[in-house]
């Protein structure tokens, strides 16, 4: 195996760019990960060409301007995994309607806001609706937003429902990451709903804004629904209401207990929690194998010391961190594999590797 490095550096595109991207990627006929930081519908348009590609890591400006004409022929067709940093929602949506990802598994996104976008939730769930058009085969899905609630009361009251309503017809998602400033509001039910569509979850985070103090709408109920539709499931990030056991699950019997052994990691933001036997001992038995609680307080905080007291009534005798952000959940469920290194950071450069070639193979 080989490898080659390409770097340009600078903060914009310049005349020429994209014709010198299409001469290096048609001579690299065994380009694997494209990393840039410079990119206009001119380099993307080169990068469709790409025939080996299979990670692609783009930041995108505020505006791309007018689209062009997507290539014909096959567009990205080895292409499974894509991040994307994006100054704004429309430079992101510009590129998803742009050109189909039918081939893409996982997808990393983080959007910035900027005043072309509006301050209504419906960008966001437009914007998960396209995506969930153009990647039919998808199984990761991380969606960060930096958007910002003006006004807070314009969203959803089952919120984030409108966003995740469009994945439920893949049932082969493994991860579900959704961050935006919105609280969630949705109800026990509603959440059950969402999550049975999805058993083979192994990762279900939702992040909020802790600065908004909102009702808290889930409780144990909904965690419990949560596990014993996803059998699989190892980290989960939510804001939850575990100050009492349920009397009863909707589903379940009065008798079942679910036991879920593969949850490692619970997030709970700032879930209110009493210090109740009952309680721990309910999420003891629940998740057996839990090893770290996340809270997004200080311990001296509000809940923090209920949830560390909690942490010691496990069997396990758990861990709480304060430092778990959606960056480091991330890292925890990719250690190890290939979209772990895509979130190296390369300032002001465009990145490109690719695979040598087979012995008694002429590049």
């Known amino acids: ?57 783009l930041f995108l400006p505020r505006l791309l301007g007018r689209a062009p004409e997507c290539p014909s022929g096959s567009i990205f067709p080895q292409l499974r995994t894509l991040d994307i940093w994006a100054a704004s929602h429309t430079s992101c949506t510009d590129l998803f309607r742009w050109t189909s990802l039918n081939q893409v598994t996982e997808i990393w996104i983080y959007c910035e806001q900027a005043r072309e976008d509006g301050y209504s939730p419906q ?45 439920q017809v893949y049932h082969q998602l493994r991860v579900i990451a959704l961050g935006t400033r919105y609280s969630v509001t949705m109800s026990d039910d509603d959440f059950e709903d969402m999550v049975k569509a999805w058993p083979d ?68 933001h700032t879930s209110p929690v009493s210090e109740s036997k009952g309680v721990a ?45 959606p960056q480091k959940l991330y890292l925890l469920l990719t250690a190890g594999t290939e979209s772990a290194s895509n979130h190296l950071t390369y300032d002001g450069e465009w990145y490109l590797k690719y695979r040598g070639p087979s012995e008694g193979e002429v590049l």
């Open 1 to 57: 195996m080989g490898g080659l490095t390409f770097n340009f550096h600078g903060s914009s595109t310049y005349d020429g760019l994209g014709d010198k991207i299409s001469r290096v990627v048609s001579e690299l006929c065994h380009l694997d990960l494209i990393r840039s930081y410079l990119t206009d519908w001119e380099v993307l348009s080169s990068l469709t060409q790409a025939k080996a590609l299979r990670r692609l890591w």
């Open 123 to 167: 960008v966001l769930v437009d914007m998960s609706s396209l995506i969930s058009s153009q990647c039919k085969h998808l199984e990761l899905c991380w969606f960060w937003s930096d958007f910002l609630p003006i006004p807070f009361h314009d969203a959803s009251p089952s919120w984030p429902r409108p966003m995740l309503e469009p994945y």
């Open 201 to 268: 979850l192994e990762a279900f985070h939702l992040f909020h804004d802790d600065r908004v103090d909102t009702p808290v709408h889930l409780t144990l109920r909904g965690v419990t629904a949560l596990l014993h539709h996803c059998p699989k499931l190892k980290h989960f990030t939510l804001t939850f209401d575990a100050t009492r056991v349920p009397e009863h699950v909707a589903g379940l019997s009065h008798e079942t207990i679910v036991r879920n052994t593969a949850v490692q990691y619970m997030g709970v």
């Open 281 to 325: 001992a309910y999420l003891s038995a629940m998740m057996p194998s839990l090893e770290i609680i996340g809270i997004e307080t200080n311990l001296g905080d509000i809940y923090g010391l209920e949830w560390l007291w909690i942490a010691t009534q496990h069997q396990q005798k758990l861990v709480v961190r304060v430092d778990m952000s």
